[in-house]
């Protein structure tokens, strides 16, 4: 008989064996799972990360992630131009702009457009920002304003996919899924990264492509999970009418044994990441609508925020968010559209404070309340920011040179404010800080040396901050 095909019968008869033999044991690790139970019945164990001792001493747990999606206005929300004001209507300096990137009013005559609103002084340390705020002046001294990052991208999708990933290109890994890769999650029941959205009043809601809260080149457990704010948080997450608990666990179980028998044959792990996700589905079908019922919130907190439950609102979402912030999700991103003010800017302005104003400083003091604050760290931020100039009379164009963050808890220092753009709100020019700075002091903050956390993809070592970054030790409590 032919030697090659007696190695082959071996061969085949070793495989089968090997797979019959883990297909036993992974079917009953994975049924105790979805009976929410481990082998020993102890509570079900919470994912863990590949860093097993931080790095440095963490000082948060958790970040909530505001994205102002369009590209919010420093100039009419933190960062006060007098000199700006006083040239309102002449041409801007050709010394400003000379050379420099410019979305569509690359060509156009560029005309110094003031800011559209005043300006206050709040709190001890005399945070300034927008005379329209009402209640974000109560938590002034907690704020930690930054007013000279810079970006990279300036049209809209790569200046998300840059703010998430610190990189326009796409296929990268976003920040939610390195943290969760890194450090793993609090939640058993949850996912470690959640993501939800919410619509302006004013109409530029821009779609958010999902590939924003992607785990890129990642395994595939460490992407973000949307949940929509309003109506069934996750499609298909009920079950239909006449399928009870029991039957869908058969349904589980079934797909499990073969996944467990193709993986036995293939040694994919992707396929082990889908049943993690199914398992997860699973534990989910009852966690999340106990997560989205608020009826067991106090009437008070529901009226801080501004919010009679889940509506899909900005203010709802903030309060899902230390929902979710209570149940152990790592990283939560809460993306906020109609930001995108190429003409209206004044007027529209004026509908976005509305929207974030109350329930962003709920959220600050929502988390003092339960003793969370100091361990949570709330970042809000556009993509890019707008130009000092005008765009059709009453706009601004998207602007990347300079913009404001702003950022509480978790560890940075309150009261402070942090870098400058020159006298136009133009060039990001002291204590610059890029979007990699950015990163790099998050993680810090949550342990993590942004240098170590690394993942090896076609022969490389990449990372989040790819070969940038520094942490910025100043705005650090």
């Known amino acids: 008989m032919n030697a090659n095909f007696l190695s082959r019968v071996r061969f085949l008869q070793r495989r089968a064996f090997l797979g019959d033999a883990c297909r036993g044991v992974g079917t009953a690790a994975l049924a105790s799972l979805l009976a929410g139970r481990n082998v020993r019945g102890a509570e079900p164990q919470v994912p863990r990360g590949v860093i097993a001792k931080p790095h440095v001493t963490p000082k948060a747990k958790r970040v909530i992630f505001m994205v102002m999606a369009g590209g919010a206005s420093h100039l009419e ?69 930054v007013r000279s990052c810079k970006t990279e991208a300036i049209n809209h999708d790569p200046a998300h996919t840059f703010m998430n990933t610190g990189s326009s290109v796409s296929g990268r890994p976003s920040m939610g899924s390195w943290l969760t890769y890194g450090i793993g999650s609090e939640s058993a029941d949850l996912p470690g990264f959640v993501v939800l959205t919410s619509n302006g009043r004013g109409g530029q809601n821009q779609p958010i492509a999902s590939r924003q809260w992607s785990a890129g080149f990642l395994p595939g457990k460490f992407q973000g999970v949307q949940l929509r704010g309003k109506g069934d948080p996750v499609l298909y997450l009920t079950n239909p009418p006449g399928v009870d608990v029991g039957q869908q666990k058969d349904v589980i179980d079934a797909v499990a044994k073969l996944n467990q028998m193709q993986n ?214």
């Not at 006083?86 to 110094?112: D, H, W």
């Not at 999700?329 to 809460?334: C, G, S, T, W």
């Not at 913009?403 to 990001?428: H, M, P």
């Not at 993590?448 to 520094?470: A, C, N, P």
């Open 264 to 477: 036995a044959a293939v040694d994919d792990p992707e396929i082990a990441t889908r049943i993690g996700q199914y398992e997860l589905a699973f534990k989910m079908q009852a966690s999340v609508p106990d997560l989205m019922d608020m009826r067991d919130e106090p009437a008070k907190v529901m009226e801080s925020y501004g919010t009679k439950g889940s509506d899909g609102s900005f203010a709802a979402n903030c309060l899902l968010a230390r929902r979710m912030a209570q149940k152990g999700v790592r990283f939560i991103q809460l993306y906020h559209r109609d930001w995108d003010h190429h003409g209206g800017i004044k007027d529209g302005i004026k509908l976005k404070i509305e929207e974030i104003d109350q329930p962003l400083a709920a959220l600050v003091r929502d988390l003092k309340r339960l003793g969370m604050f100091e361990e949570t760290l709330i970042v809000l931020t556009g993509e890019f920011g707008r130009t000092p100039m005008s765009q059709g009379g009453n706009g601004r164009d998207h602007h990347m040179k300079g913009f404001s963050v702003l950022l509480a808890g978790g560890g940075i220092k309150g009261g402070v404010s942090y870098g400058a753009t020159d006298e136009f709100g133009y060039n990001a020019e002291e204590n610059v800080f890029p979007v990699h700075d950015l990163h790099a002091t998050m993680l810090h903050l949550l342990g993590i040396d942004h240098e170590r956390l690394t993942y090896k993809f076609q022969g490389r070592d990449y990372r989040l901050t790819d070969v940038h970054g520094r942490v910025v030790k100043d705005i650090l409590a």
């Open 77 to 145: 929300l933190f960062d006060h131009k007098p000199e700006l004001a006083k040239r309102n209507g002449q041409l801007m300096p050709e010394s400003v702009t000379k050379g420099q990137p410019i979305a569509q009013l690359q060509g156009a005559k560029l005309t110094c457009f003031g800011p559209q609103w005043g300006f206050k002084k709040h709190g001890k340390s005399g945070q300034e920002m927008n005379e329209l705020f009402k209640f974000l002046p109560d938590v002034a001294d907690d704020l930690c304003i």
